[in-house]
């Protein structure tokens, strides 16, 4: 049984930091494309940034320059560095992996996720 599960969500003030973990089991995704989404309150879920080793780190453009993916493969672990937190980055975040190598910025191209931490940002 395939398993995300996400953490280091919470509250933090604006122009803090939180880094949000994402660890797999089930079986390994060292050669699958692995993705942060985040859903606010009454909004869509929408991409923040994915990662695989054939295209590297993509990221959307609203949070590009402050946050940064990256994986350990030794420990089927993917994390989510936030830095400069704006109250605009409000929202469950989602972890999510898919059985290919490249990234998408479309949800429906994943095939698993986790089941969401909260992040909160105030102002």
């Known amino acids: 049984q395939v398993q995300l599960v996400e953490s280091g969500g919470g509250l933090v003030q604006a122009g803090g930091s939180l880094r949000l973990n994402c660890a797999a089991s089930g079986r390994t995704f060292s050669n699958s494309a692995m993705a942060w989404f985040r859903q606010a309150p009454g909004k869509e879920r929408e991409f923040v940034a994915a990662i695989s080793w054939i295209s590297g780190a993509v990221y959307a453009d609203s949070v590009k320059g402050r946050f940064t993916t990256s994986r350990d493969n030794a420990k089927n672990t993917v994390y989510l560095q936030m830095n400069s937190l704006k109250p605009e980055d409000t929202a469950v975040y989602y972890c999510?992996?898919?059985?290919?190598?490249?990234?998408?910025?479309?949800?429906?191209?994943?095939?698993?996720w986790g089941q969401g931490t909260q992040v909160t940002v105030s102002s």
């Open positions: 999510a992996a898919r059985n290919g190598v490249a990234t998408f910025r479309q949800d429906g191209e994943y095939d698993y």
